[in-house]
C-alpha cells in the first residue's frame, strides 16, 4: 500500500483535487434547494486582498436592503465596499491587506453610525487607469504601496510634489496635489491608500445612510476548544442558510499538505444550500458567492460546489472564527434548527455505518470480506468492482 505522505503529495500536486470548489459531475440531479433571494451584486476585489471587506460588505448590503425593504440588485442600494474596509482596524481608518470579517464587522458595529453608498464613494477610486480590467484595483495598490516605502515624507517639497503628481496621474482621484502630500504622513501603506483613495472623495452627506442594525455572530467561538469536523462545520452552515442568513466563511482555497504549505487564505460568502443526487451518492452543496466577479461564478457553475470538501478547506485554515453573519438573534444557539430533508437514509450494514466519504485507497483495502462483493466508488464516477489504480471508496457489500 502507498504511504499515506505520498498520497496526500500526490493529492496535493493535482490542482482539481486540492481546490476547494470541488464540482459535481453532469449525472447528479438536484433534490432540493435552498437559496436566498434579494442578494447583492457579485462584487470583485480587482487583485487586492481584501477578500474579507468584501465578505463583511455583502452581508451588511443584505441585511441593509433587508430591514428597508430595497432591491438589492440596484447600484443605488449598494454600500461602499472601500468605507466598510476602512473600518478594519480599531481608532483609525486603514485599508489594510487581510483580515478577519468578524473583527472588521465588530469594529464597525462599535465605531460607525453611517456609510457611504457605493455610488458616491465607489471601489473604482482605488484603481490603476493603465491597469488590466481585473486587476486595476491591485495594480494601484501596490504603486502606492510602492511609493510609500520610498518614505516620502522625509524627502524635499519637490520630490513630494513629484510623487503626488505620478499618483494623481494613475489614479482617478478628485483630491489635489496639497491632500495627497498632506498623505505622506501617515504611518502605514494601509493607512496611506486610505487618506489618498478613500477620506474626502464623497463630500455628498446624502450619500450616507445608517448602518443596519445588526449582531455579529461566529463560529466556533473563540473560546472553543474542541476539535471541529467538516460535518458539523457544514450542518451549522445549512441551518444558518435555510434561515436565510448568508454566511461568510473564511477558509484555504488549496489543500495543505505535500511539498507545501501553501494555503490560499480567502473569504467568500455563502448564500445556498442544496442537495444533489445520482443514482449512487447524495451530496450536500453550498452556493458560494465569490469576490473574483461574475466570471467566476459563470465558470464555477453558478459558484455550487461540493459542501464537505469547503468546509474541509475551511477547516485547513483554522479552528476558530470559521464562519460570520450577522442576524438579529442574540447568539446562534437561538436561531433555529433547520436541516434539509435528506433523500436517502444513512446506509448500515452489519452493524457498521458505511459513509460515502470513505478513505481513497490505491490497493485492496483491509479487513473487506470480498465473498461479500463489495461494491466501490472509483475516481469520483465510477461505481462497481474494485479497479486498480483508480483512488477507490468503498460504499457497501450487496451479497
Known amino acids: 500500500m502507498k504511504s499515506i505522505s505520498l498520497l496526500i503529495a500526490l493529492t496535493f500536486c493535482n490542482s482539481a483535487m486540492a481546490t476547494a470548489y470541488k464540482k459535481l459531475s453532469k449525472d ?48 443605488e442600494n449598494q454600500l461602499s465596499m472601500l468605507d466598510v ?3 478594519s482596524e480599531w481608532y483609525t481608518k486603514s485599508i489594510p491587506i487581510g483580515g478577519i470579517p468578524y473583527t472588521l464587522l465588530r469594529v464597525l458595529k462599535d465605531q460607525a453610525r453611517t ?13 490603476h487607469k493603465e491597469g488590466d480590467f481585473d486587476k486595476a484595483q491591485g495594480k494601484a495598490y501596490r504603486g502606492l504601496e510602492e511609493i510609500f516605502n520610498k518614505r516620502p515624507k522625509y524627502l524635499s517639497m519637490e520630490q513630494q510634489m513629484c510623487h503626488a503628481k505620478t499618483i494623481k496621474s494613475f489614479m482617478p482621484i478628485e483630491k489635489d496635489l496639497q491632500a495627497i502630500i498632506n498623505a505622506f504622513q501617515a504611518n502605514s501603506v494601509a493607512q496611506f491608500v486610505y487618506e489618498v483613495a478613500v477620506r474626502d472623495e464623497c463630500l455628498d452627506e446624502q450619500q450616507k445612510v445608517e448602518v443596519p442594525k445588526f449582531k455579529p455572530g461566529t463560529y466556533p467561538p473563540y473560546t472553543n476548544n474542541k476539535e471541529v469536523d467538516p ?20 477558509f484555504c482555497t488549496h489543500k495543505r499538505g505535500g511539498f507545501s504549505d501553501y ?137
Open 263 to 399: 494555503c490560499g487564505a480567502h473569504a467568500a460568502t455563502i448564500v445556498g444550500v442544496k442537495e444533489s443526487c445520482n443514482k449512487n451518492d447524495c451530496r450536500i452543496l453550498v452556493k458560494v458567492h465569490n469576490s473574483y466577479g461574475q466570471s467566476w461564478q459563470d465558470f464555477n457553475n453558478d459558484g455550487w460546489v461540493d459542501g464537505i470538501t469547503l468546509m474541509e478547506r475551511a477547516i485547513d485554515y483554522n479552528d476558530k472564527g470559521l464562519l460570520t453573519w450577522i442576524s438579529q438573534y442574540a447568539n446562534e444557539g437561538e436561531i433555529p434548527k433547520k436541516r434539509l430533508k435528506r433523500s436517502r437514509k444513512e446506509i448500515k450494514l452489519n452493524n457498521e455505518n458505511f459513509a460515502l466519504e470513505n478513505k481513497e485507497t490505491e490497493t485492496y483495502p483491509e479487513n473487506l470480506d470480498p465473498s461479500k462483493r463489495p461494491m466501490f466508488r472509483c475516481d469520483g464516477n465510477y461505481f462497481g468492482q474494485w479497479k486498480p489504480d483508480s483512488n477507490c471508496k468503498f460504499m457497501m457489500y450487496t451479497k
Open 231 to 250: 460535518k458539523s462545520l457544514l450542518g451549522k452552515v445549512e441551518k444558518l442558510v435555510l434561515n436565510d442568513i448568508p454566511v461568510g466563511l473564511s
Open 85 to 87: 474596509a476602512a473600518h
Open 115 to 127: 456609510l457611504y453608498k457605493e455610488s458616491c464613494l465607489p471601489f473604482e477610486l482605488l484603481a
Open 28 to 75: 447528479y440531479v438536484d433534490a432540493q434547494v435552498h437559496e436566498i433571494e434579494n442578494f447583492p451584486l457579485v462584487r470583485t476585489q480587482d487583485g487586492v486582498g481584501i477578500c474579507y471587506a468584501a465578505t463583511a460588505t455583502q452581508l451588511l448590503n443584505y441585511q441593509y436592503c433587508k430591514q428597508n425593504e430595497l432591491d438589492c440588485s440596484v447600484l
